[in-house]
């Protein structure tokens, strides 16, 4: 049983709620919630200070593991994470634990502080975890003059990586292909999931301390010999994955045909007055994509998947609040080609029936076409969101490996083939594309840049 509490008399009554909730906690000797939070945030302690209406406290517990606690508790992953093996949820429901640490940062900015892993005196001792166990690390400081080191791609795993080394002294340049900041953040999260105004002044915090080069892409503008030209001892990869995977089917070239960065990025489209429209994957981009065509007034919004429900890899929260909008889901069926008009505009998408396979590689269940089982779907728009790949061709071209999926090959401690290149996020594999998992990567790539520059110190002296 949980234990007995008091609401003080005191409390304001916006807390009450949240109060309530964390009082829910039932004090696990060992918190799986700890465990499940990749970026190393002790979940247990904050959410047993905010039990007790120590909402500064529970404020400094998550920002001092996670400088981007207040963008995870709007858009954190938190039911297959920190709340998957709550205890709580033998008794009917997970403790709430992304609204919790969302509402204990919000209450700490409305007093008038600002993000703790920024202001703390001295960077404190960094937790992360790593295959479900937490490893702690507190690494000392070094001379303003230890070194440059180059981060390259400005998304939660570049400016940890990069906030990190700065409080331990080093001295830190970012580089950006683009003129913004944020990386996915600033480019397909869409304002019903995290507001904007949010997103630019957390992204402008945590920028400030920082070098940043904007509209230099590495590979093409620049390469390991330039920086190294400049100084550079060690170089952090966080450039992400941007290349969207379209299938290869007849009628790609009509009028209508997107992707899913045009419909999140972009305004054009909006003004084309489309009345209905077919999303093809079921990924949480795909989710995405879905809601704003209905925000933005297409009346009839289809997705399209060709396996079976317990194939979807979109998060449950996602899909539900689709399904609420009104996305009409489509499943086992594979778009084979897409009809147009006299004016060369979409008219339908043909699909084909498909039935569950064997399993694959992966362990996940595959599918096959039925042959003679089709059918035609009437729609004036077909958006492809079935996810991104990495840009092979630059990251080869400066003589690293990437394995046979296009993905970095990195050590245990994050280092690629190229002695001091590192890399994180989803550059190196499936499934770390969320923002808490990038933090981790960037926490991870800093602890073991310092160790790699402190032993090439070593050596040298």
């Known amino acids: 049983m949980p234990p007995t509490v008091s609401m003080p ?5 916006r807390l009450k709620g949240a109060y309530w909730e964390a009082a829910r906690c039932l004090r696990c000797c060992d918190p799986p919630c700890n465990q499940g939070c990749p970026a190393g945030i002790d979940v247990a302690r ?5 039990s007790k209406g120590d909402v500064s406290g529970a404020a400094d517990t998550i920002e001092r593991d996670n400088p981007f606690g207040l963008i995870c508790g709007w858009i954190c992953p938190s039911e297959v994470l920190c709340q998957k093996d709550c205890t709580a949820r033998k ?4 403790i709430d634990i992304r609204s919790l640490q969302r509402f204990a940062i919000e209450e700490n900015r409305r007093a008038g502080s600002s993000n703790r892993f920024l202001t703390r005196p001295q960077l404190a001792e960094q937790r992360i975890v790593v295959e ?3 490893k702690r690390e507190a ?3 070094v001379a303003a003059s230890s070194g440059l080191v180059a981060v390259i791609g400005s998304g939660p795993a570049g400016l940890t990586c990069g906030l990190i080394l700065v409080r331990l002294g080093y001295r830190v340049e970012l580089w950006e292909k683009t003129d913004t900041i944020g990386g996915r953040l600033s480019h397909g999260i869409p304002s019903f999931r995290l507001d904007s105004a949010v997103l630019r002044s957390e992204l402008e915090i945590l920028a400030s301390p920082l070098i940043i080069h904007r509209s230099r892409a590495f590979g ?6 330039d920086l190294r030209r400049q100084g550079c001892q060690a170089v952090f990869l966080a450039t992400g994955k941007w290349r969207e995977n379209i299938p290869e089917i007849p009628g790609n070239q009509l009028i209508g045909v997107s992707t899913a960065d045009q419909i999140l990025t972009q305004e054009d489209w909006k003004s084309a007055g489309v009345k209905s429209a077919a999303v093809v994957g079921a990924g949480n981009a795909a989710m995405d994509v879905a809601r704003s065509l209905l ?9 399209l998947y060709r396996r079976t429900p317990k194939e979807l890899t979109s998060w449950d929260e996602e899909r539900e609040e689709a399904w609420q909008a009104g996305v009409i889901f489509h499943l086992l069926c594979l778009p084979v080609a897409l009809e147009g008009d006299s004016a060369g505009r979409v008219r339908s998408i043909v699909c084909a029936r498909t039935a569950p396979g064997p399993l694959d590689s992966s362990g996940r269940r595959s599918f096959r076409a039925v042959e003679g089982y089709s059918f035609e779907l009437p729609v004036e728009m077909v958006v492809y969101a079935l996810g991104y790949g990495t840009d092979c061709a630059s990251l080869e071209s400066q003589g690293i490996w990437v394995d046979e999926e296009g993905f970095v090959r990195v050590n245990e401690d994050l280092a690629t083939n190229v002695d001091g290149v590192f890399a994180g996020g989803d ?5 770390r594309g969320t923002v808490v998992q990038a933090v981790a990567d960037g926490k991870r790539a800093a602890l073991s840049i310092h160790q790699y520059l402190s032993r090439e110190r070593r050596q040298g002296e």
């Open 139 to 141: 690494p000392t400081n």
């Open 220 to 225: 093409m503008e620049l390469g390991l010999d």
């Open 46 to 50: 904050f959410i047993r200070q905010l």
């Open 427 to 431: 550059l190196i594999g499936k499934g």
């Open 91 to 94: 008794l009917g429901r997970a």
């Open 9 to 13: 008399n005191s409390m304001p009554p």
């Open 132 to 134: 479900g166990q937490v």
């Open 295 to 303: 925000a933005e007034g297409v009346e009839m919004v289809h997705v």
